[in-house]
Protein backbone atom coordinates (compact mmCIF):
# COMPACT_ATOMS: atom_id res chain seq x y z
CA UNK A 1 0.00 0.00 0.00
CA UNK A 2 1.61 3.57 -0.55
CA UNK A 3 0.46 6.21 1.41
CA UNK A 4 0.65 10.13 1.49
CA UNK A 5 1.55 9.99 5.23
CA UNK A 6 2.75 7.54 7.56
CA UNK A 7 2.69 7.58 11.67
CA UNK A 8 5.78 5.98 13.02
CA UNK A 9 4.73 4.41 16.27
CA UNK A 10 5.88 2.13 18.93
CA UNK A 11 3.38 2.26 21.38
CA UNK A 12 -0.47 3.54 20.49
CA UNK A 13 -1.87 6.49 23.02
CA UNK A 14 -4.61 9.01 21.98
CA UNK A 15 -2.82 10.73 20.33
CA UNK A 16 -1.74 8.72 17.66
CA UNK A 17 -5.25 7.41 17.73
CA UNK A 18 -6.56 10.38 16.96
CA UNK A 19 -4.22 10.77 13.64
CA UNK A 20 -5.78 7.62 12.63
CA UNK A 21 -8.86 9.47 12.99
CA UNK A 22 -8.21 12.45 11.48
CA UNK A 23 -6.61 10.81 8.54
CA UNK A 24 -10.04 9.19 7.88
CA UNK A 25 -12.12 12.34 8.60
CA UNK A 26 -9.91 13.95 5.99
CA UNK A 27 -9.97 11.48 3.45
CA UNK A 28 -5.83 11.11 3.74
CA UNK A 29 -4.02 8.24 2.73
CA UNK A 30 -2.32 7.76 6.06
CA UNK A 31 -0.51 4.37 7.25
CA UNK A 32 0.19 3.27 10.49
CA UNK A 33 3.54 1.15 10.90
CA UNK A 34 4.85 -0.06 14.26
CA UNK A 35 8.37 0.56 14.26
CA UNK A 36 8.66 -2.71 16.61
CA UNK A 37 8.26 -4.42 13.59
CA UNK A 38 10.22 -3.19 11.09
CA UNK A 39 13.36 -4.06 9.43
CA UNK A 40 14.49 -1.46 7.09
CA UNK A 41 16.60 -2.60 4.40
CA UNK A 42 19.84 0.20 5.12
CA UNK A 43 20.52 -0.26 1.21
CA UNK A 44 16.71 0.28 -0.65
CA UNK A 45 14.73 3.41 -0.20
CA UNK A 46 11.37 2.05 0.94
CA UNK A 47 8.54 3.48 -1.74
CA UNK A 48 5.64 3.71 0.26
CA UNK A 49 6.28 6.44 3.25
CA UNK A 50 5.03 9.31 2.02
CA UNK A 51 6.27 11.89 4.59
CA UNK A 52 6.35 10.05 8.41
CA UNK A 53 5.51 11.52 11.30
CA UNK A 54 8.00 10.32 14.33
CA UNK A 55 5.55 9.08 16.94
CA UNK A 56 7.95 6.71 18.73
CA UNK A 57 8.20 7.16 22.44
CA UNK A 58 11.29 5.17 22.98
CA UNK A 59 14.21 7.58 22.30
CA UNK A 60 16.38 5.50 20.92
CA UNK A 61 14.10 3.66 18.55
CA UNK A 62 12.69 7.39 17.53
CA UNK A 63 16.22 8.32 16.91
CA UNK A 64 17.66 5.65 14.98
CA UNK A 65 14.35 5.01 12.58
CA UNK A 66 14.55 8.51 11.85
CA UNK A 67 17.97 8.68 10.97
CA UNK A 68 17.45 5.78 8.99
CA UNK A 69 14.70 6.85 7.05
CA UNK A 70 15.53 10.37 6.67
CA UNK A 71 19.17 8.76 5.12
CA UNK A 72 16.65 6.66 2.96
CA UNK A 73 15.49 10.02 1.10
CA UNK A 74 12.12 9.55 3.44
CA UNK A 75 10.92 13.38 4.42
CA UNK A 76 10.62 12.69 8.18
CA UNK A 77 8.45 15.19 10.96
CA UNK A 78 10.49 15.85 13.11
CA UNK A 79 13.74 15.34 11.26
CA UNK A 80 16.89 13.79 12.67
CA UNK A 81 18.84 17.11 14.13
CA UNK A 82 16.09 18.06 15.98
CA UNK A 83 15.25 14.96 17.47
CA UNK A 84 19.04 14.66 18.89
CA UNK A 85 19.04 18.46 19.66
CA UNK A 86 15.35 18.63 21.57
CA UNK A 87 15.68 15.00 22.68
CA UNK A 88 18.56 16.64 24.84
CA UNK A 89 18.35 19.63 27.74
CA UNK A 90 21.43 20.51 27.06
CA UNK A 91 21.27 20.81 23.75
CA UNK A 92 18.42 22.37 23.53
CA UNK A 93 19.65 24.73 26.01
CA UNK A 94 22.59 26.17 23.89
CA UNK A 95 20.71 25.93 20.54
CA UNK A 96 17.91 28.49 22.84
CA UNK A 97 20.52 30.90 24.26
CA UNK A 98 22.38 30.87 20.49
CA UNK A 99 19.34 31.72 19.25
CA UNK A 100 18.40 34.62 21.75
CA UNK A 101 15.69 32.74 23.35
CA UNK A 102 15.04 32.75 27.08
CA UNK A 103 15.68 29.94 29.08
CA UNK A 104 16.45 29.23 32.93
CA UNK A 105 20.14 30.06 33.67
CA UNK A 106 22.02 26.30 33.72
CA UNK A 107 25.57 24.71 34.88
CA UNK A 108 26.27 21.55 33.22
CA UNK A 109 28.73 19.35 35.55
CA UNK A 110 30.73 16.15 34.45
CA UNK A 111 31.43 14.37 38.16
CA UNK A 112 29.80 14.57 41.42
CA UNK A 113 32.68 16.47 43.08
CA UNK A 114 32.05 19.43 40.13
CA UNK A 115 28.58 18.98 40.99
CA UNK A 116 28.83 19.68 44.18
CA UNK A 117 31.70 22.39 43.92
CA UNK A 118 29.56 24.52 41.24
CA UNK A 119 26.20 23.80 43.88
CA UNK A 120 28.55 25.27 46.69
CA UNK A 121 29.15 28.40 44.65
CA UNK A 122 26.27 28.93 43.03
CA UNK A 123 23.73 28.12 45.97
CA UNK A 124 20.36 26.48 46.79
CA UNK A 125 17.64 25.55 45.57
CA UNK A 126 18.39 24.23 42.05
CA UNK A 127 16.97 21.48 39.80
CA UNK A 128 18.51 18.40 38.33
CA UNK A 129 17.32 17.13 35.10
CA UNK A 130 18.21 14.04 32.95
CA UNK A 131 19.75 15.48 29.55
CA UNK A 132 17.91 12.73 28.06
CA UNK A 133 14.12 12.23 29.64
CA UNK A 134 10.62 12.87 30.04
CA UNK A 135 7.32 13.05 32.19
CA UNK A 136 9.28 14.53 34.58
CA UNK A 137 11.66 11.08 35.59
CA UNK A 138 14.38 11.66 37.82
CA UNK A 139 14.27 15.54 37.86
CA UNK A 140 15.00 16.40 41.74
CA UNK A 141 14.87 19.77 43.30
CA UNK A 142 17.99 19.88 45.05
CA UNK A 143 17.07 22.21 48.63
CA UNK A 144 20.33 21.71 50.29
CA UNK A 145 23.68 20.26 50.23
CA UNK A 146 22.71 16.94 51.69
CA UNK A 147 20.27 16.00 49.44
CA UNK A 148 22.26 17.43 46.42
CA UNK A 149 24.79 14.64 47.98
CA UNK A 150 22.58 12.22 47.86
CA UNK A 151 20.87 12.55 45.11
CA UNK A 152 24.35 12.90 42.49
CA UNK A 153 25.84 10.07 44.36
CA UNK A 154 22.90 7.70 43.69
CA UNK A 155 23.26 9.15 39.77
CA UNK A 156 26.88 8.59 39.77
CA UNK A 157 26.01 4.71 40.19
CA UNK A 158 23.17 5.17 37.33
CA UNK A 159 23.69 5.01 33.27
CA UNK A 160 26.67 7.11 32.31
CA UNK A 161 24.04 9.37 30.43
CA UNK A 162 22.98 10.29 34.10
CA UNK A 163 26.35 11.24 35.24
CA UNK A 164 25.78 14.21 33.34
CA UNK A 165 24.99 16.35 36.10
CA UNK A 166 22.38 19.36 34.39
CA UNK A 167 21.68 21.86 37.10
CA UNK A 168 18.93 24.39 36.23
CA UNK A 169 17.86 27.78 38.54
CA UNK A 170 14.98 26.92 40.20
CA UNK A 171 12.92 29.36 38.11
CA UNK A 172 10.29 31.10 40.99
CA UNK A 173 6.69 31.55 38.47
CA UNK A 174 3.09 31.19 39.32
CA UNK A 175 2.19 26.59 40.35
CA UNK A 176 2.30 26.35 36.53
CA UNK A 177 4.01 26.16 33.59
CA UNK A 178 2.62 26.35 29.55
CA UNK A 179 2.81 24.09 26.74
CA UNK A 180 2.10 25.28 23.61
CA UNK A 181 1.98 23.37 20.16
CA UNK A 182 3.58 24.87 17.50
CA UNK A 183 2.41 22.97 13.70
CA UNK A 184 5.02 25.49 11.43
CA UNK A 185 5.10 28.78 12.49
CA UNK A 186 2.02 28.83 14.21
CA UNK A 187 1.10 28.33 18.04
CA UNK A 188 -2.09 26.02 16.82
CA UNK A 189 -3.37 25.77 20.85
CA UNK A 190 -1.49 26.28 23.98
CA UNK A 191 -2.16 24.75 28.05
CA UNK A 192 -1.55 26.15 31.15
CA UNK A 193 -0.16 22.59 33.22
CA UNK A 194 -1.12 23.57 36.81
CA UNK A 195 -0.18 21.56 39.80
CA UNK A 196 0.13 21.57 43.58
CA UNK A 197 3.51 19.85 42.47
CA UNK A 198 6.21 21.76 41.43
CA UNK A 199 6.58 19.77 38.89
CA UNK A 200 3.54 20.63 36.62
CA UNK A 201 3.89 17.87 34.13
CA UNK A 202 0.57 16.05 33.02
CA UNK A 203 2.09 12.67 33.52
CA UNK A 204 2.17 13.58 37.44
CA UNK A 205 -1.26 14.38 38.09
CA UNK A 206 -0.66 18.28 36.61
CA UNK A 207 -4.38 19.69 35.18
CA UNK A 208 -4.90 21.61 31.73
CA UNK A 209 -6.86 24.65 31.28
CA UNK A 210 -6.52 27.16 27.79
CA UNK A 211 -3.51 29.68 27.98
CA UNK A 212 -3.93 32.41 25.69
CA UNK A 213 -1.25 32.83 23.17
CA UNK A 214 0.26 36.08 23.19
CA UNK A 215 2.09 38.12 20.19
CA UNK A 216 5.30 37.58 22.57
CA UNK A 217 4.78 33.94 23.43
CA UNK A 218 3.63 32.93 19.30
CA UNK A 219 7.52 35.14 18.44
CA UNK A 220 9.76 33.46 21.09
CA UNK A 221 8.09 29.94 20.49
CA UNK A 222 9.03 30.21 16.91
CA UNK A 223 12.66 31.19 17.48
CA UNK A 224 12.70 27.91 19.96
CA UNK A 225 11.28 25.63 17.50
CA UNK A 226 13.59 27.02 15.02
CA UNK A 227 16.68 26.79 17.18
CA UNK A 228 15.85 23.09 16.76
CA UNK A 229 15.40 22.85 13.56
CA UNK A 230 11.66 21.45 14.12
CA UNK A 231 8.66 21.51 12.31
CA UNK A 232 5.92 20.16 14.84
CA UNK A 233 6.93 20.61 18.30
CA UNK A 234 5.49 21.77 21.93
CA UNK A 235 7.11 24.28 23.67
CA UNK A 236 7.41 24.53 27.35
CA UNK A 237 7.29 27.73 28.97
CA UNK A 238 7.27 29.58 32.85
CA UNK A 239 6.59 32.57 33.50
CA UNK A 240 9.27 33.68 35.63
CA UNK A 241 8.60 36.38 38.27
CA UNK A 242 12.12 37.82 37.57
CA UNK A 243 12.48 37.27 33.63
CA UNK A 244 8.92 36.94 32.29
CA UNK A 245 8.29 34.11 29.76
CA UNK A 246 11.18 31.18 29.47
CA UNK A 247 10.93 28.61 27.19
CA UNK A 248 12.65 25.35 29.68
CA UNK A 249 11.95 22.59 26.59
CA UNK A 250 10.64 21.74 23.02
CA UNK A 251 9.69 18.18 22.80
CA UNK A 252 10.07 16.66 19.67
CA UNK A 253 7.55 14.11 19.87
CA UNK A 254 4.81 16.05 21.69
CA UNK A 255 1.76 14.95 23.65
CA UNK A 256 -1.18 17.15 22.76
CA UNK A 257 -4.21 15.06 23.96
CA UNK A 258 -5.32 17.45 26.81
CA UNK A 259 -4.28 20.51 24.51
CA UNK A 260 -6.80 18.88 22.34
CA UNK A 261 -9.53 18.19 25.21
CA UNK A 262 -9.54 21.64 26.73
CA UNK A 263 -8.99 24.07 23.64
CA UNK A 264 -11.11 21.99 21.63
CA UNK A 265 -8.68 22.62 18.26
CA UNK A 266 -8.42 19.98 15.75
CA UNK A 267 -4.50 19.75 16.27
CA UNK A 268 -4.27 16.39 15.04
CA UNK A 269 -5.79 17.50 11.43
CA UNK A 270 -3.55 20.48 11.32
CA UNK A 271 -0.58 18.14 11.46
CA UNK A 272 -1.36 15.63 8.63
CA UNK A 273 -2.31 18.98 6.67
CA UNK A 274 0.99 20.39 7.92
CA UNK A 275 2.86 17.04 6.72
CA UNK A 276 0.88 16.91 3.31
CA UNK A 277 2.09 20.47 2.21
CA UNK A 278 5.14 20.32 3.33
CA UNK A 279 7.99 20.76 0.98
CA UNK A 280 9.61 17.15 -0.16
N1 LIG B 1 14.13 25.21 36.37
C1 LIG B 1 12.92 24.95 36.83
N2 LIG B 1 12.39 25.67 37.85
C2 LIG B 1 11.15 25.39 38.34
N3 LIG B 1 10.37 24.43 37.87
C3 LIG B 1 10.83 23.68 36.85
C4 LIG B 1 12.12 23.91 36.27
N4 LIG B 1 12.29 23.04 35.26
C5 LIG B 1 11.19 22.29 35.20
N5 LIG B 1 10.30 22.67 36.15
C6 LIG B 1 9.00 22.02 36.39
O1 LIG B 1 9.20 20.62 36.29
C7 LIG B 1 8.42 20.07 35.23
C8 LIG B 1 9.24 19.01 34.48
O2 LIG B 1 10.34 19.63 33.84
P1 LIG B 1 10.68 19.37 32.31
O3 LIG B 1 9.53 19.80 31.46
O4 LIG B 1 12.00 19.96 32.05
O5 LIG B 1 10.75 17.78 32.35
P2 LIG B 1 10.42 16.66 31.30
O6 LIG B 1 10.79 15.38 31.95
O7 LIG B 1 11.09 16.97 30.02
O8 LIG B 1 8.83 16.74 31.11
P3 LIG B 1 7.94 16.69 29.76
O9 LIG B 1 8.60 15.80 28.78
O10 LIG B 1 6.60 16.16 30.21
O11 LIG B 1 7.85 18.13 29.33
C9 LIG B 1 8.01 21.25 34.37
O12 LIG B 1 6.77 20.99 33.76
C10 LIG B 1 7.96 22.40 35.36
O13 LIG B 1 6.70 22.46 36.01
Partial sequence: MSSDVTILYDSIRW????LLEAGKKNNINIQMVDCKKLALDLEKKPEDYGVVIQRCVSYYR?????AALEGLGVKVINC???????GNKLFTHMLLKKFGVPTPDATVAFSKDAALEALDTQGFPKVIKPTVGSWGRLISKLNDR?????IIESREK???????????EFVKRPPRDIRAIMVGDKIVAAIYRKSKHWKTNMALGGEAEPCKVTPEMEEMCIK??????GDIVGVDLMESDEKGLVVHEVNNTTEYKNTVRVCEVDIPSLMLNYALNIEK
Fill in 15 to 18: EEKA
Fill in 62 to 66: NLHST
Fill in 80 to 86: LNTGVFA
Fill in 146 to 150: DAAEG
Fill in 158 to 168: MYPIYQIHYLE
Fill in 224 to 229: AKNAVQ
